[in-house]
């Protein structure tokens, strides 16, 4: 788990890095950094949606989803019960940086082929590659949203990790075609996140975090009936 490790670290050294930074930096630059970080999600979320959607076999499994799982996040509130959570630590807007940064660093290709890849051949390109892309990220967020950044360090650990040791005990298995619909979903929520950043639309993309557990279930039953 050396790439999970690698990656963890880097987040934990960009977020303190960035922290530090924002003291010295004026409101001015930290709302055009804010903006691009906005700009940057929108970006990255519709890379991963143009990239994958022409390889998907199940063009409207995305849609299934976003509907069932913001549903499912609607009833739950876990957008409420999360903001709710960091308000009684901070009276920043600590939160939105957090959900935003906790889908840029685990919901993408590398995040969650690098582990795979990791634990399969020992490859741990993807994760490296990864690294060091949430290096910049973590700085530039925690310059916008401060050191509570920090705390996304230990999700993607978690969610990196496990991805490994189930890999481990599956073997190759995964099919491609579960990476790409979950990467499809994932490109939307983080374009979703962008959204909320640029204050164009509250999407309340934590509610829709259960989107991403469908494309499992329904190749679970898709296998189990030999669909």
């Keep these: 788990m050396i790439g999970t490790l690698v990656n963890t670290l880097t987040i934990i050294v960009g977020s303190t890095v960035g922290s530090l930074a924002k003291k010295g930096i004026r409101e001015a630059y930290q709302k055009a950094m804010f903006t691009a ?3 940057a999600s929108l970006a990255l979320g519709f ?6 959607m022409p390889n998907s076999c199940h063009p409207v499994l995305f849609i299934i989803s976003l509907s069932v799982g913001g549903v499912a996040g609607t009833a739950i509130d876990i957008d409420g019960r999360f903001k709710r959570l960091v308000a009684h630590y901070s009276k ?10 906790i889908l840029l660093y685990c919901i993408g290709t590398l ?27 973590s700085a ?9 950044m920090v705390l996304a360090a230990p999700v993607l650990f978690v969610w990196q990790g496990a991805i490994y040791l189930l890999t481990r005990l599956a073997g190759p298995i995964i099919p491609d075609e579960l990476v790409t619909e979950i ?37 679970l039953l898709k296998n189990a009936f030999g669909l």
């Design 47 to 52: 890379n991963a949606v143009c990239r994958h």
């Design 183 to 219: 990467s499809i979903v994932g490109g939307i929520l983080i374009a979703s996140s962008g959204l909320a950043i640029l204050e164009i639309k509250d999407c309340k993309t934590l509610n829709l975090l259960p989107s991403l557990a469908v494309p499992v279930v329904f190749f």
């Design 37 to 39: 970080m906005g700009l």
């Design 92 to 101: 920043s807007n600590l939160a939105q940086g957090l959900s935003t940064g």
């Design 140 to 148: 530039v967020l925690a310059a916008t949203y401060g050191i509570g």
């Design 111 to 137: 995040s969650i082929v690098g582990p795979m890849m990791s634990a399969l051949y020992g490859d741990h390109t993807y994760l490296f590659t990864n690294a060091t892309l949430d290096l910049v990220t």
